[in-house]
């Protein structure tokens, strides 16, 4: 096992990310009762542990806040990404509709963004999930533009799925994609390769499958495709992150947790590195063999 968690060029921006990264859904007391205090002593951790990349949103609920407040003076020890486009209230909780595609609301967004976290600018800026027409009627590739000229983020990026992603990648102006991707969602595999080929740097969310039941369909995929016994030693979740740590196109994977032991477990996994070869091999091979292939 390796002794700290390796890195990964993050494409065109040359940023050496970590491969395990940190997403701050869970910090921001949206999705489960976290207080500041322990929101606080994850994100040290989380820090501490050696990760170097952190994605959040202002629709997070209060994870920007938290961020700021507690490590905003370790900001040169970590890569900050969040997003915008979110249509939220006082509270940080998405409002309907939950995204405004407008140069207004990107210029909100930032500014502050950059308040709640307490930095004068951050590394990656990204649509959160916009459609290609949308980016183009509201001519946000130019707002967006503007916003890195003024030293608000370094780079910019989307947040995308098919259709869209390879679209937005052929448009050659992102730096970043953040896309959904697992052993158990392997739609956009090739498409991803494909972007990092363009030279984006590549954001994996759900690398973990995390937060589905056993019944849940992406399990039931599992169990079609005997992955239980390719195992070995490893837990499914294990399985499943080496197995998105694997694909060399993944050049950051963010996994949130307010758990301070899932968060020691995943750093252990990451710490163990890709799948072996023949392991890999044979899990796609099984996947594809029940119908879970990457579209073409």
């Not at 040169?76 to 995204?99: E, M, S, V």
Request: aromatic fraction near 6%; include cysteine; charge should be negative.
């Amino acid at each position: 096992m390796q002794t700290e968690l390796a890195k990964r060029s993050l494409g065109r921006t040359e940023l050496e990310v970590t491969q395990l990264g940190f997403g701050g859904v869970e910090i921001g007391g949206l999705t489960r009762d976290m207080s500041d205090e322990a929101a606080g002593r994850v994100l040290h951790a989380v820090l501490d542990s050696g990760i170097n990349f952190i994605d959040t949103a202002p629709d997070y609920g209060l994870s920007e806040e938290r961020i700021g407040k507690h490590i905003s003076y370790r900001r040169n020890t970590f890569y900050l990404a969040t997003k915008c486009g979110c249509n939220i209230g006082p509270d940080g909780a998405r409002q309907d509709p939950g995204h405004m595609w407008t140069a207004e609301r990107l210029r909100r967004n930032i500014d502050q963004s950059l308040q709640r976290m307490r930095t004068d600018y951050i590394d990656v800026l990204q649509m959160h999930n916009p459609s290609v027409e949308e980016v183009e009627q509201g001519g946000l590739v130019e707002v967006l533009q503007d916003i890195k000229q003024a030293g608000k983020t370094r780079f910019i990026g989307v947040s995308s799925t098919a259709p869209h992603l390879l679209a937005f990648a052929r448009m050659g102006v992102f730096d970043t994609f953040q896309i959904p991707y697992s052993a158990l969602e392997r739609r956009h595999e090739q498409m991803i390769q494909a972007a990092a080929d363009m030279g984006a740097g590549i954001i994996i969310r759900g690398g973990i499958a995390k937060g589905h039941r056993e019944s849940d369909e992406r399990w039931a995929k599992w169990e079609r495709a005997r992955l239980d016994d390719l195992l070995d030693d490893m837990n499914r979740y294990e399985f499943v992150l080496r197995f998105t740590l694997t694909h060399l196109a993944c050049h950051t994977t963010i996994v949130g947790t307010g758990d301070l032991n899932h968060l020691q477990a995943n750093v252990a996994t990451a710490k163990a590195g890709p799948l072996p070869p023949d392991v890999y091999e044979q899990a796609r091979d099984r996947l594809a063999q029940i119908g879970e292939a990457p579209e073409g």
